[in-house]
Nanobody, 123 residues
């Protein structure tokens, strides 16, 4: 059974930084691509960033240049470094994984999800 546990969220001010972590267990972590999603109240869940098993990355336009996704296969952990945070980044952030090696941008193809960690950015 694959388990994903996010941590690192919190309340910060605009311009601050946060690093989210996602600890994975239950299968060989390094074989599969992963992603970070977020969902703000009243909005649909959106893909923020994705990473392949080989380390290739994808970013939503809204976070390019500010967020960095990375993975440490030895620690079975996925990260999302978030810099220059804005109030519009406020959301519940989820990590997720799927059954492919590459980058997947469609949320319905992700079959394992964490419970989420809240990020709140005040102005």
């Amino acid at each position: 059974q694959v388990q994903l546990v996010e941590s690192g969220g919190g309340l910060v001010q605009a311009g601050d930084s946060l690093r989210l972590s996602c600890a994975a267990s239950g299968r060989t972590f390094g074989w599969y691509g992963m992603g970070w999603f977020r969902q703000a109240p009243g909005k649909e869940r959106e893909l923020v960033a994705a990473i392949s098993s080989g380390g290739s990355t994808y970013y939503a336009d809204s976070v390019k240049g500010r967020f960095t996704i990375s993975r440490d296969n030895a620690k079975n952990t996925l990260y999302l470094q978030m810099n220059s945070l804005k109030p519009e980044d406020t959301a519940l952030y989820y990590c997720a994984t799927h059954a492919k090696l590459g980058i997947v941008v469609v949320s319905t193809e992700y079959n394992y999800w964490g419970q989420g960690t809240q990020v709140t950015v005040s102005s």
